[in-house]
């Protein structure tokens, strides 16, 4: 037991006296597009152009547009077999598999009672993350028995990001960053001082202010910058330990080295 103690102290010490993480450069490929969303292990790109989704694998590009559901402006695909389009315009949500067929769409004006959504991100089974600008809540939503299984007290400042895992959902704020579980309890909240954005790993956080990236371990609240050397951030994302910075129309690919 004390062994496991002095393990847990030496790791806690050691990443908390870490003053950045490196990454080392992979390779990058050029990528002409208006929104990049994400890349899999699989080298499967999404991406948006002209407010159409596109999949685009080694073999194939496959695409999705639903032109009178107004702007595109929400795309995650956490689940790549439940891909999750939010139309704001409509307050409308899409669920589309994994070869961009819609199998599910949720109008949220056509519910009782109404819900004014923001922002969605994926839960676990058939659930949404959404917030309700009207009540100012995070809320899981399950869209096939269209009910609310978990809501959080209300937020007090302006969402300005929203990223989810199947246990956890992660609510950026102007003040704060919080942390739920799928029962809507608060885990923890770290105070916002300046990120705009983030993404999630493994429950592994990264933060982005101005053009520095942020590196905080699921373990602890330690914020530990992220060495990109002045490179220009316009998206970026993790996947495992691997950075995607998407910037000039080019996509390069980094290896985070973590302790």
């Given at each position: 037991m004390k062994y496991t103690y002095y393990?847990?102290?030496?790791?806690?010490?050691?990443?908390?006296?870490?003053?950045?993480?490196?990454?080392?450069?992979?390779?990058?490929?050029?990528?002409?597009?208006?929104?990049?969303?994400?890349?899999?292990?699989?080298?499967?790109?999404?991406?948006?152009?002209n407010n159409i989704l596109h999949k685009k694998t080694d073999t194939?590009?496959?695409?999705?547009?639903?032109?009178?559901?107004?702007?595109?402006?929400?795309?995650?695909?956490?689940?790549?077999?439940?891909?999750n389009l939010f139309y704001n315009d409509f307050n409308t949500v899409v669920v589309l598999d994994n070869r961009l067929a819609e199998v599910f769409k949720i109008d949220f004006n056509t519910l009782s009672p109404y819900k004014n959504v923001s922002h969605i991100s994926t839960g676990y089974d058939n659930t949404l993350w959404i917030f309700n600008q009207d009540l100012?809540?995070?809320?899981?939503?399950?869209?096939?028995?269209?009910?609310t299984r978990a809501q959080?007290?209300?937020?007090?400042s302006e969402v300005l990001d929203i990223k989810s895992n199947y246990n956890f959902c992660w609510l950026l704020t102007k003040n704060y960053l919080y942390t739920y579980n799928y029962f809507g309890s608060l885990v923890?909240?770290?105070?916002?001082?300046?990120?705009?954005?983030?993404?999630?790993s493994n429950e592994n956080i990264i933060l982005k202010s101005e053009n520095t990236l942020?590196?905080?371990?699921?373990?602890?609240?330690?914020?530990?910058?992220?060495d990109t050397s002045n490179l220009l951030i316009n998206q970026f994302f993790v996947v495992n330990e691997t950075l995607y910075i998407?910037?000039?129309?080019?996509?390069?690919?980094?290896?985070?080295?973590?302790?």
């Open positions: 393990i847990f102290i030496f790791f806690f010490v050691s990443i908390s006296a870490q003053e950045s993480v490196a990454i080392k450069f992979i390779d990058s490929v050029n990528l002409k597009t208006e929104t990049l969303i994400s890349v899999d292990n699989f080298n499967t790109v999404f991406y948006v152009n194939k590009t496959i695409t999705y547009n639903n032109l009178q559901l107004g702007n595109l402006s929400i795309v995650n695909t956490f689940n790549p077999l439940k891909i100012q809540k995070l809320e899981l939503f399950d869209y096939k028995t269209k009910t959080t007290t209300p937020v007090q923890k909240k770290i105070k916002n001082t300046g990120y705009t954005t983030l993404t999630e942020f590196y905080i371990p699921k373990d602890n609240d330690v914020k530990i910058p992220i998407y910037s000039n129309n080019v996509l390069s690919k980094y290896q985070l080295k973590i302790l």
